[in-house]
């Protein structure tokens, strides 16, 4: 039977509550999955699956009372496991031997190559040159139309852009209306994410949070999504926003248990995220703030976050919660990046923004979403 070796060096060999941990440890796997053998002071981990939760669990049990340096011992498997990084994922264990003979796709880096990644953005012209943020637009509150504003800003000198822009469901918002004809809509925001295109930096990046108006059968999420791959940006990819709101209604009038014409229910938004001329963004290291368990878990991309529940405490109709846009800015931007929401609101994003030590510029139209969001400023 095929497995992978690990061999770990040990100063010196362990002693025999050490043997007795490792025996203890070797009892709780199957011995095809997972065991370790010593040889002198070598230890040698044969792995074919674990579950690497598990295993922490039955290590912090064994570890209980084997001592200080076999306590080290156990902590060295475990880093030398976490250490590999290619393996495959099956019922909840990483595989590590044989997981790429399932795959369907033979010679996938070649027909990758043949196929040619994000062809729709290879014909872009934007510029790899960035500029400097102008001292009085740098961590400010601008109140006035997206559209009129941020055409006072130079090109390439926005980090990244999260917004959530009116749906155009009707909403009462303060200072600006929310029922426009589609057409008129639209055309609007376009004109406003060809702005924000504009002023993002060569690498930046654009993430949009969108919910569909379905009772209209608008997709919002595909036509924003059709705009921007237009403009020759990359879709990096699309993260779905979990709410878990079951409170919508169960079905529309007269297509209860009828195939006429059920009605769809979405308890989650969407969240499209799109690169300006390449995938990578530069960044120093030292300005790296997610954490490994924050990373490993926010990169598997359906996100359960319960909605804002303070719109009342905030009078603004349509919040984003903070803990959606913590994650977008420390999973996407560094620490002292520029942030730009142009859709501001009761403004989450800038101060999220500033709690995370990042620039921000936030745009609203209404006044007075524009005082709460230096109020909550002023809180950070
Ligand atoms: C969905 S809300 C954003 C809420 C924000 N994410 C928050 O958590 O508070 C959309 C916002 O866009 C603003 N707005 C609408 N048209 C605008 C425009 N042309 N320029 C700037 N802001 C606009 C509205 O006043 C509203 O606050």
Redo the contacts with the bound molecule.
Sequence with gaps: MTVKKIIINLNTAPDAKGLTALNELNSFFNDRDFNVDLNDNRLIVNLRAIDLKQFSLIKKTVQQDCGKENAQMLNQIEDSINAIKSYGIKNGKRIYVDYNKERKVKNRVAKEGRRGKYYYAQQHKYIDKNSKIPDKFNDQIICG???NELQKLPDNCIDLVF?????NFGLE????DDDHNWDAYFK?LFL?LDECIRVLKYGGRLIINVQPLFSDYIPSHHLISQHCIKRNLIWKGEILWEKNNYNCKYTAWGSWKSPSSPYLKYTWEFIEIFCKGKLKKTGEKDNIDISADEFKEWVVAKWSIAP?RRMKNFD?P???PEALAERVLKLFSFKNDIIL?????????TTVAKKLNRHYVG????EQ?CATAKQRLGNE
Excluded: Q, R, V
């Design positions: 139309d997206s559209l917004t959530s822009p009116p749906y918002y303060e200072g600006s609007k406003i804002e603004h349509a919040m984003f929401d142009p859709f501001n609101g009761a403004g989450t994003t745009i609203d139209t209404s979403y």
